[in-house]
């Protein structure tokens, strides 16, 4: 549905995006992941049709970004968008007539989003009178009232406590589960790694990393063997799996880092032959990890 094909963009001497690409079919979530100055908000801009790629192209189906498309995307900025002064009400329903939504729908949609983010309480207050994590939900409203079948978010979780953090993620899913199509750029990568089904990892204005988690982990050289109880026996014989290191105790057990090819079924055979074992388990990668690694922060 979406294809980014290796799109550049340079802000006189300086270069945003250098090579950026990735396709994200239609009705799923996908991350876009990097650190500050990585091309994330460029590359979703241009995805929007707010930036012209100096190169590369983005399409929509098939077919260059133009007015029409956009009027089917939604935007969530990740500095605040909104207007102080402005009730809440009128915020959302007026980002629903700029999306071309007309009465009696859009009071509809409007009354939709306030209880679905539980704004009812504040929906006739100004918008700068509201906490930073009431004023993200109203932005995620203003985002989202038109039923947009792309929705892009930058730091969508940005201001939330744990508990409306909870929310969102349970509106973004019920978005995807009718259709919506979410590009999502967070630094919260635990939210993102349940939600997400695909990933890009950028670092320096180009792709640094991109596929499922599944795909990412096979990708990854190394996982962490945890066992317990520990034993000298049974260090020993973790010892013995060439390339081991050892790791810091955990919580009464032992962890060892060992390639990703070792045959964790015969280890586990070979280690209770030798010593009691309650527990033995072959730890993946987290998002985080794979993440720090691709952008060079951390090596496996």
């Known amino acids: 549905m979406l294809d980014v094909d ?76 909104i207007y102080g002064k402005m009730k809440v009400r009128d915020q959302i329903s007026y980002f629903g007539k700029l999306h071309g939504l007309r009465e009696p729908d859009l009071s509809k949609r409007v009354d939709r989003w306030i209880e679905q983010l539980e704004l009812s309480v504040y929906q006739d207050r100004p918008c700068g009178e509201l906490s930073k994590g009431n004023q993200q939900k109203v932005q995620v409203a203003c985002a989202a009232v038109h039923g947009p079948q792309l929705l892009v978010l930058d730091e969508p979780f940005s201001g939330l406590d744990p508990v409306n953090a909870a929310m969102l993620l349970s509106v973004l899913d019920e978005l995807r589960n009718n259709g919506t199509t979410l590009i999502l750029s967070s630094h919260q990568m635990w939210q993102l790694e349940d939600l997400a089904s695909r990933f890009c990892i950028i670092a ?28 000298n ?5 973790l010892e013995s799996v060439a390339g081991a290191q050892p790791l810091a105790h955990v919580n009464g057990a032992i962890d060892y880092r060992v390639p990703a090819t070792t045959d964790f079924a015969a280890l586990l055979r070979a280690l209770v032959e030798v010593a009691p074992v309650t527990k033995f388990e072959a730890i993946e990668p987290s998002l985080q990890e794979i993440y720090l690694r691709a952008i060079g922060e951390s090596a496996a």
């Open 6 to 81: 290796h799109v550049r963009k340079e802000f006189g001497s300086v270069r945003a995006v250098s090579d950026v690409h990735f396709t994200i079919d239609d009705a799923t979530t996908f991350g876009l992941l990097g650190p500050n100055g990585a091309g994330k908000t460029t590359t979703m801009r241009m995805i929007l049709g707010i930036f012209v790629p100096d190169s590369g192209r983005v399409t929509w189906n098939g077919a260059p970004i133009h007015d029409d498309s956009r009027r089917h995307f939604g935007y969530l900025p990740e500095e605040r968008g």
């Open 204 to 231: 320096g204005g180009a792709n640094r990393a991109d596929g499922t988690l599944a795909e990412l982990r096979s990708a990854w050289p190394t996982r962490v063997v945890r066992v317990s109880p520990p034993s």
């Open 233 to 237: 026996a049974v260090r020993a014989r």
